[in-house]
């Protein structure tokens, strides 16, 4: 990523330490894992995203229910917010990461502005339990993923609890098309450029600017030269994509600012 010219990492996905193992890593391993990271960045911002299972990613130490439509069932923040434990112990090791850099937590698939109210009352549960075990914690910002319709649709309201937010593309398109892009049959329907993918996104930028929170969009689509064009034209000021992709999107920008586009 440094190589490339990142600037930080923009989402990292925190359940693939958790799926090359046999069981739930406990606190001070995940500690490890994060401070890695933060330790490589060498003091640039890292936005960490709490454990997102279920639809394609199963752990194999967790028994998901088989279900007809799991990418509409039972996963992400929704598995989080059941299994409570587990969730309460990766925001601890979140928080406890925030002491050796900068850090930023993000949680995955909100749908409703309950489930964002939910999932901040137990950070902050978290949160008080460490300081009164003397941590002394700096600021963490948190913000929800935008991936969802529903999401999308009530930003504005998502706002008022979310400092900041990430749309996630890839989940995102395939909500608002009901296309499974990886259903060859129909992957040819999946557009990240179709207008309503771009009016949804638009909105959520002005809900964001609105409310005056930070806005990034990571997922396949910010990689790609039109569809990073089209997010450019609509407002998105920070991307986040894979570090091969860095160069070439960069230098896209800067043809941009320089009106040579």
């Known amino acids: 990523i440094l190589e490339a010219?990142?600037?930080?990492?923009?989402?990292?996905?925190?359940?693939?330490?958790?799926?090359?193992?046999?069981?739930?890593?406990?606190?001070?391993?995940?500690?490890e894992i994060y401070g890695k990271i933060l330790a490589a960045l060498g003091g640039l911002p890292a936005t960490l995203r709490t454990l997102d299972i279920g639809g394609d990613k199963n752990l194999p130490y967790l028994s998901l229910p088989r279900?007809?439509?799991?990418?509409?069932?039972?996963?992400?923040?929704?598995?989080?917010?059941?299994l409570e434990e587990p969730f309460r112990i990766q925001l601890r090791a979140l928080l406890r990461a925030s002491?050796?850099?900068?850090?930023?937590?993000?949680?995955?698939?909100i749908s409703t502005v309950d489930e964002l109210r939910r999932a901040r009352e137990i950070l902050e549960q978290e949160r008080r339990s460490l300081v009164a075990l003397g941590h002394a914690l700096p600021p963490v910002p948190v913000g929800?993923?935008?991936?969802?319709?529903?999401?999308?649709?009530?930003?504005?309201?998502?706002?008022?609890?979310?400092?900041f937010f990430s749309i996630g593309t890839n989940d995102l398109v395939q909500y608002l098309l009901a296309v499974d892009r990886a259903n060859r049959r129909v992957a040819h329907l999946y557009d990240p450029l179709h207008?309503?993918?771009?009016?949804?996104?638009?909105?959520v930028v002005d809900a964001a600017r609105h409310r005056g929170r930070p806005l990034?969009?990571?997922?396949?689509?910010?990689?790609?030269?039109?569809?990073?064009?089209?997010l450019l034209a609509v407002g998105v000021e920070e991307l986040s994509l894979s570090p091969g992709a860095l160069p070439?999107?960069?230098r896209l920008i800067q043809l941009a600012d320089a009106g040579r586009l």
Do not use: K
């Open 5 to 31: 010219g990142g600037e930080g990492v923009g989402l990292y996905r925190t359940e693939f330490p958790f799926l090359i193992r046999s069981d739930f890593p406990n606190e001070e391993e995940q500690l």
């Open 67 to 82: 279900e007809e439509n799991p990418h509409l069932g039972w996963r992400s923040i929704r598995v989080s917010l059941d």
């Open 99 to 109: 002491l050796l850099g900068p850090v930023r937590i993000v949680f995955p698939m």
């Open 144 to 163: 929800a993923m935008i991936e969802v319709p529903s999401a999308a649709l009530c930003a504005d309201r998502m706002a008022e609890l979310a400092d």
């Open 195 to 203: 207008p309503t993918v771009l009016d949804v996104i638009a909105g």
């Open 216 to 230: 990034s969009v990571c997922g396949e689509m910010a990689g790609r030269p039109l569809g990073a064009a089209a």
């Open 248 to 250: 070439r999107t960069r």
